[in-house]
């Protein structure tokens, strides 16, 4: 029913980037992330799948701190990145969002020129030493997000004149071109039509050799065509996490069971 | 019959029709409402609707039409004679309204019969002592045609308003019976009172668009009256202001424009990087208890009446720069009311007014940007200043667009604090006035309405408009551009 064609990349065992343990999230008194302990892979696509409002989102965006913006969002226990807690009161969260970097639902490039997107973050953390050098950069960036051949005869376009699924290679470009060791994606194709979905799925298979790729999906194919590792919540509580594979064939949790065969969600 | 009572029978016929309408319509579906094509009431509304409606238009329209009508009639009768050297047909029409109004009150009062006011005659009776004992006060004594004329008016008038109300009245009954007649089960009701309200709408629409436009008419008229009296080309070049009553003035706009655009400048100064910082401030990091009553706060300043920051500026702004840059500090202010005097009082009335819309267009920037700022690891004031801003500039713009057409138009803080010289200089502590603020002494006090001097005022306020127009426009423009960035 579902491809996999990664199953015998899988089998090397790769160092853990990411380590949550016993994480809970309350907004206010909604208590959204229950407890919830993963392991996440360097060089590996995590999907997080689960029925909307179950937390992915809320999850996702306590590895990086983004959760800090929301006033009433509160984050208990550990997240290690590389072995450091990210939440120690000597981690500076802008610092650390340039390591873990985020694309969003929405593509929500700038309103600047596709030039000033790619080049917004190098210039912020002062990465270039001159303008050649931030060219390069952006260059790099632009062709890692598979746009560079789209549009390197009109970078000083403005990037909101592109289309949907440009656009959201443009974030994915914007967000490399800080040179980020994790990349957080959140339902980075909900807003994009099945061809421009295809060319980020791609994308994201090449971006595994570099980085550490988590992404929140609401499409169960999709979870299965790009990742290596899935993890499946529910009502706040990971239920089951896991090789893709495995889940998707043979779950132990009658509730992944229930979810993949849609009859919850 | 006076108009009162006319309006009250409308309406009371009005209401009668409703009732009857309503009951004719049930009457004609046995009483079962289900079988109306429309809801009872809809059949009562479209009969009150009937009677109510063109007996209005009818009103309305005879009583701006007949005064016209009279005063040309009248005004045939009166001879050239009637019109000495020093007097125009308006002033003797104004005239032949005052002897037309004294004698009806004198009549309304018993002092005379109505045959007594129309057998009047100049030459026998005295007329002016007559009418100064009914406390109708005369400033000359009323000749043979002025009276005569009045009395023509008197006729005309109380004539034109007996066929007024019975036309009134005609219409309103012909429009209840028509609207009776036709309250039968099948008929649509619902769609007819649809069709009467959205006429309504466009009447009250209308009304505000020629209101406008009649303005702007009268603002034109006056103001060609004006150049055919004084040379267009030096209103607009020259150098001087110096309007004497007596004749020989100087009507330079400049000293007026340069007053204007001076203390506006520095309001702007002063309201400008004020309301937006704090506007970004409410906007982007206040929490939402600051932001709670800080922002109801701003926007009290801009209900205080600017009279009230006038006397700000004189009783304490003037003192307080006085004190600093007056004789006894460094010496370049010689009085309270000075251009800066004003400007920072304007400034300050104005920063509301450019927070309070700052405030509106920064809140319209998507979360979505800031998120993806906040993700590539900036800070708080980078994503404001890089991609907040940037996004929101053109509305900013707008707004400081809007402000300063409000300051350009500002009276009473001008008035009061500026001082009445009119002036070129570049010391800002010099006293200085406006455009708006020369309006107003053009035409108060005893002017004659035909001399330059006065006329001035409506060339002053139209070249006020077109500046403010032309700003409004602009500013329309750069706001509604950016709001599309976003739909
Ligand atoms: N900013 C917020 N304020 C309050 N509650 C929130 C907020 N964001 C999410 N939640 C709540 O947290 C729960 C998880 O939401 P979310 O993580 O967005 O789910 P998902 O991404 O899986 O659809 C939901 O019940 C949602 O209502
Ligand atoms: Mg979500």
């Known amino acids: ?265 | 019959m006076p108009t009162l009572w006319l309006v009250l029978i409308v309406v009371a016929l009005g209401g009668i029709g409703f009732v009857l309408g309503r009951g004719r319509a049930l009457a004609s579906a046995g009483g079962d409402n289900r079988k109306l094509h429309s809801l009872p009431s809809y059949y009562g509304s479209n009969v009150a609707m009937k009677t109510i409606m063109p007996a209005m238009g009818v009103l309305v329209l005879w009583l701006i039409v007949q005064p016209f009508f009279v005063d040309a009639t009248v005004s045939k009768l009166l001879p050239d004679a009637a019109q000495s050297e020093d007097t125009t047909l308006g002033l003797v029409m104004s005239d032949v309204r005052r002897v037309a109004d004294g004698l009806d009150f004198a009549v309304a009062e018993g002092l005379l019969s109505p045959d007594e006011a129309q057998a009047l005659d100049a030459s026998s009776d005295n007329v002016r002592e007559t009418l100064g004992a009914a406390g109708v006060a005369l400033g000359s004594d009323v000749s043979a045609e002025v009276l005569n004329a009045a009395q023509r008016y008197r006729v005309l008038s109380a004539t034109g308003r007996l066929f007024m109300s019975a036309l009134v009245l005609v219409a309103a009954l012909g429009g209840c019976a028509w609207g009776v007649k036709n309250s039968h089960m099948d008929y649509r009701a619902r769609n007819v009172v649809e069709a009467g309200i959205e006429a309504l709408l466009v009447t009250a629409a209308s009304l505000a668009i020629l209101t406008t436009f009649g303005i702007v008419l009268s603002l034109i008229f006056n103001t060609i009256e004006f150049f055919q009296r004084y040379p267009a080309s030096e209103f607009f070049f020259s150098l001087v202001w110096s309007p004497s009553f007596g004749g020989g003035s100087e009507l330079g706009l400049l000293p007026l424009l340069w007053g204007t655009l001076y203390i506006s400048v520095i309001a702007l100064l002063v309201a400008v990087p004020i309301g937006l910082f704090a506007a970004i401030y409410l906007s982007e990091y206040a929490g939402p208890k600051v932001r709670g009553v800080a922002k109801p706060l701003l926007e009290v300043l801009a209900g205080i009446p600017t009279i009230v920051y006038g006397l700000f500026a004189l009783l304490t702004v003037g003192p307080l720069l006085m004190s600093v840059f007056g004789r006894e500090g460094l010496g370049w202010m010689q009085a309270g009311t000075a251009v800066m005097t004003a400007g920072l009082v304007m400034g300050i009335m104005l920063i509301p007014f450019v927070s309070s819309l700052s405030d509106d267009i920064i809140n319209a920037v998507p979360q979505a940007m800031r998120d993806g700022s906040y993700g590539l690891g900036a800070t708080q004031s980078e994503t404001i200043r890089q991609v907040v801003l940037p996004a929101a500039l053109p509305g900013i713009v707008g707004a400081i667009l809007l402000a300063a057409s409000r300051a350009i138009g500002e009276t009473m803080i001008v008035v009061l604090g500026a001082g009445a010289a009119a002036r070129l200089s570049m010391n800002p502590f010099d006293a200085m006035t406006t455009v708006t603020a020369k309006i107003v002494s053009q035409l108060t006090g005893d002017a004659d309405f035909s001399s330059p001097e006065a006329l001035v005022a409506f060339a002053l306020g139209m070249s006020l408009f077109v500046i403010t127009l032309g700003l409004n426009v602009f500013a329309l423009y750069i706001v509604r551009k950016y709001r599309e960035q976003y739909e």
């Open chain 1, 1 to 265: 029913m579902y491809d996999a064609p990664n199953s015998e990349r899988d089998v090397e065992v790769k160092d853990i980037k990411i380590t949550a343990q016993g994480v809970q999230v309350y907004y206010g008194d909604t208590h959204a992330i229950k407890d919830v302990s993963v392991d996440i892979e360097d060089k590996t696509v995590t999907a997080f799948i689960g029925p909307s409002g179950c937390g992915k989102s809320t999850f996702l965006r306590c590895l990086n701190r983004m959760n800090d913006t929301i006033d009433i969002a509160r984050v208990e226990g550990n997240i290690l990145l590389d072995g450091e807690d990210i939440y120690d009161k000597r981690v500076d969260p802008v610092q650390l969002r340039a390591k873990v970097g985020m694309v969003f639902q929405k593509p929500n490039p700038f309103p600047k020129s596709i030039y000033d997107n790619v080049a917004y973050g190098p210039r912020i953390h002062g990465m270039a030493k001159n303008k050649a050098d931030l060219d390069e950069i952006v260059e790099r960036a632009l062709k890692r997000g598979a746009i560079w051949n789209e549009v390197k005869d009109r970078l000083h376009a403005p990037g909101t004149g592109l289309s949907g699924g440009q656009q959201q290679r443009l974030c994915i470009a914007r967000a490399v071109a800080t040179e980020p060791e994790v990349l957080l994606m959140d339902e980075p194709c909900s807003a994009l039509d099945p061809i421009a979905t295809a060319q980020v799925e791609e994308l994201i298979d090449e971006l595994r050799r570099d980085y550490s790729v988590v992404i929140v999906t609401h499409s169960m194919q999709q979870a299965a065509r790009v990742s290596q590792k899935t993890a499946f919540f529910h009502l706040g509580n990971l239920v089951e996490f896991g090789v893709t594979d495995k889940i998707f064939t043979n779950p132990t949790d009658p509730r992944t069971e229930a979810y993949i065969t849609g009859r919850i969600g």
